[in-house]
């Protein structure tokens, strides 16, 4: 067995690295997830060596994410002072040499929160926090519900045998975040392909016909097209809300100025827009599939849910818990620092691995058991410290509306083929959900 050496001279197998390192590792989640059980119970922070990467201190445990995520000025997303000099997205270092080649020796391909370090982080992040809270969502309430009711009666106008995935999830969470962002409705499509694009690529499935998908360095290729082709669509939303503001998200964040009175960089708008317009339906219409998922598994509990829909809340965040969507971000340590033991040195780089946190055994009992019945749920779906999603409280409510539009209607889900995943190690879920349908 070829071992990897780690930081305390014990070994990690190089099946397990390289099953939780590689995209093509979390295409099998069964194996993906005894990996990380194998780490959490054996080298919860080993630093690990996989052939094309930078070394990589994976980070398993529910507590260490939670410190490394509340200390930005040590654990840095962007490369602290050296602004640009780390990437929070792990790419291999053939798509990182790309990236710096592209952009002048920097790696800040989006100015979106994820590559941002307080102080620019806070600054950038308040042009719309206040916009996310839920006091204002529930303006949004009425929207949102009208959208989950023409999504479900089209479900069910549909057909009981479809692909819960392709035909059903990425529509609803898709049509809501454009609905607020001030999207018209016939660029939807666009959206979605642009979207597939960004977190496919490392998908074979999603591979773009101008990326030479064979090169080390095709998914940096092809997620520095995709948010070129982003960034020439969102440049005309711009200057339209410049324009002609009007009571939407993209009006916010268009007409935005900093402490000189002068609108931010067009840069940050687009890291708004491309933020938004991606993660904010691709890990809702990611947790939406899974949850359908595992009610298949638990008619139990879809029964439970139908007859108490108080309930719904639980079985949100359960299902956040067990699919969390967002993966991993990466940190880099500005400074040397212990953890667990283990010395992490300035210059190291880390990779948080979210949904190993959320089957951590000393948070969660019997925790690859699907449970609403978790009080509290300790799930960390959505991050923890200053880079938690700030999108969090929409993607909750979606989820909930749309779940009190369907299960009245939803007598039962079997799965009639072979689910498919992703293959991504960033953020995704299920690309394929054959199922039945049995309607109430």
Known sequence: MTTVESADTATVPDEIARQIVLPQGHSDDA??????????ENQPLPQVSVDGYDPL???????????????????SAGGGEE??????ILQNQAGDAFTKQLLGGSLRILDALPYLDPPEHTTIKDVAFDWFRPANLKKWSDRIREIAKGSVERLVAGGADLDAVQEFAVFFPLHVINTLFGVPEEDEPRMMSLTQDLFGVADPDAMRADVEALSPDAAAQQWAAAIADFYAYFDTLIESRRAEPLDDLATLI???KDETGEYFPKMFAYGWFVAIAT???DTTASTLAGCLHYLAARPDILGRVKNDPSLIPDLVNEALRMVSPVKHFTRV????????????KAGDRLMLLFQSGNRDADVFDNPDTFDIDRRP???IAFGYGPHMCIGQ???KLEMKIMLEELLPRLARVEVTGTPKLIQTNFVGGLRHLPVHLTFS
């Open 31 to 40: 194996k993906l997830y005894e990996a990380y059980r194998w780490l959490r």
């Open 57 to 75: 201190w994976l980070v398993t445990k529910h507590a260490d994410l939670m410190e490394i995520e509340r200390q930005p000025a040590i654990f």
């Open 83 to 88: 602004k640009g000099s780390h990437n929070p």
């Open 254 to 256: 268009a007409v935005a």
């Open 279 to 281: 993660a904010g339906h």
């Open 333 to 344: 340590a500005l400074q040397d620092y212990e953890l667990r033991g283990q010395q992490i």
């Open 377 to 379: 749920n300790k799930q």
């Open 393 to 395: 409280h929409l993607a």
